[in-house]
Structures are given as C-alpha cells and as structure tokens.
C-alpha cells in the first residue's frame, strides 16, 4: 500500500473492523476518527479500499459502491445476511454502531 497516510491508516483500520452484515458511511467512519469528511474517507477507499471489506461502506442513503461493482457488494451482502431495503442497505438497521460485538444500535433497542 505505497503512500499510506496515517489518515488512510486510520480509516482502513476501521472497515477491517466493521462485523459481517454491518455497513458505515463514508461520513460515518469520518465521525467516528473524528476527522475528515465523507470525500477524504471515499478517497482513501478508491485509492486502497480493495484491500479491506470495501462493500461495508455506503453512502449515508445505503447505496453501495460504483455501478461497475454494483452487483458484487449485493452479493456479498447478501452472503453476510446485511438487512436490506431493495437494492441498498437498510442503514437504520445495518449501521454498526462501533461497538466490538458487532450489534447495531437497533438490536440494542429491542433487547
């Protein structure tokens, strides 16, 4: 990963974190480092997100990556049983919450 920033680090970090069946936003994962925004996180993700579960990160209005990867990120959310509404992922029920296991802030609820 020639030209890693400490920035990049740092987001990479957390996608490699985000469980199976969760997604975060670009702007999400900007709030949660407490840094950047939704455009430097989408950057680092063109440049090095193939090396990390790019398809858990969406757009805050759950729709995944590119049309040329379109049908790859539903497959494999579908593989990891992420909830979903159509085509995009169902951000009030598949947005991890950051917490270690992996439970969204919904399930929290509802326990």
Known sequence: MDGLNPFAERVLDVVERIPPGRVLAYGDIAEYLAEGGPRQVGRVMALWGGA?????????????????????????????????RGDRADMRRARWDGREDGRSADSQERR
């Open 52 to 84: 990390v579960p790019w398809w858990r990160v969406v757009h805050a209005d759950g729709s995944g990556a590119s049309p040329e990867h379109r049908e790859e990120c539903l497959a494999r959310w579908r593989e990891e049983g992420t909830p979903l």
